[in-house]
């Protein structure tokens, strides 16, 4: 018992520095943006506006969410058993192989991450660079989100 432990809870500390990374980029993000570093040049005012409202949602988003997981896994590391059955779950044969099928958890997480980071940005060079990636991404979540369905309904009855 005291093995999955000590295992937990140094999941759980990578984990939270992950986060920390992201909030820290995201936090660096949206200085940027509110400051107006990162604007388009552009003299249609619709793309201005809708770039800079885009910028700083997402930096917002890319910024709220890893502070969520980290107040959860703050409580959750108070919380034995609440974390070794997180471990548990997050360990289990038919949950990892269905990762496996689909792409892998850390690799699509991060994969959307970088994409999402370099969205903010792409606006600098050309406006349809910008919809071009939110296209890929919203295209990718679809094909991870069917693929997960398929494999998770082929493991449950087959």
């Known amino acids: ?13 990578k984990t939270n520095y992950w986060m920390i990374t992201l909030m820290i ?11 107006n570093v990162l604007t388009i040049n552009s003299n249609n005012e619709h793309y201005i506006d809708f770039v800079h409202g885009y910028q700083t949602g997402l930096s ?22 609440k974390l070794i059955e997180k471990y548990i779950n997050d360990y ?9 099928k689909v792409g892998g958890n850390f690799s699509f997480t991060f994969e959307i991450i970088t994409m999402a980071l370099v969205s903010v940005i792409a606006p600098l060079y050309s406006f349809d660079l910008l919809l071009g990636i939110v296209a890929c991404i919203f295209i990718i979540i679809i094909i991870r989100g069917c693929l997960y369905l398929y494999y998770n309904t082929l493991c449950r009855y087959g």
């Open 25 to 35: 980029s995201a936090l660096t993000l949206i200085i940027l943006s509110l400051t």
């Open 60 to 81: 917002f988003a890319l910024f709220v969410f890893p502070c969520i997981n980290l107040i959860s896994n703050f409580f959750l590391a108070k919380n034995e058993v």
């Open 92 to 100: 289990d044969e038919r949950k990892l192989f269905i990762a496996d």
């Open 1 to 13: 018992m005291d093995k999955r432990i000590v295992l937990a809870r140094e999941d759980l500390k």
